[in-house]
């Protein structure tokens, strides 16, 4: 299973689609091609820094094989819940969230309660 981002840092959706388009055009059943670097805080030293999106994929596959043994969730098991606060490179609306499904990225979905 290939985890991956769309290569760069990039602070608005239309970059991350057009990453799509030039730099990251493959694709496979066993990939998945994540959006939205996020700014997170070091707990030792109180250091902000922008993380890839990867950061906090893996760290929710793993939970998931850890606790269900399974590497790709059922329904009813959420499993794409960030843990830790974190600020969005961007935010997308309804009409970007689409635009980004529609080319097989996947964004973050900013909910006001966390």
């Not at 499993?79 to 600020?87: H, L, Q, R, T």
């Not at 935010?91 to 980004?100: A, M, S, V, W, Y």
């Amino acid at each position: 299973m290939v985890l991956a981002d769309t290569g760069a840092f990039h602070n608005n959706g239309d970059d991350d689609l057009d990453a799509r388009l030039h730099d990251v055009p493959w694709n496979t059943f066993t990939s998945m091609l994540y959006t939205q670097f996020r700014r997170i805080t070091d707990t030792y030293t109180g250091r902000k820094f922008w993380v890839s999106p990867v950061y906090h994929a893996i760290k929710r596959h793993l939970y998931c094989d850890a606790v269900y043994f399974l590497a790709e969730p059922v329904a009813g098991i959420e499993k794409g819940a960030i843990e830790e606060p974190c600020v969005l490179a961007y935010k997308g609306n309804h009409t970007l969230r689409g635009d980004l499904m529609d080319v097989e990225l996947n964004c973050t979905i900013n909910f006001n309660c966390g």
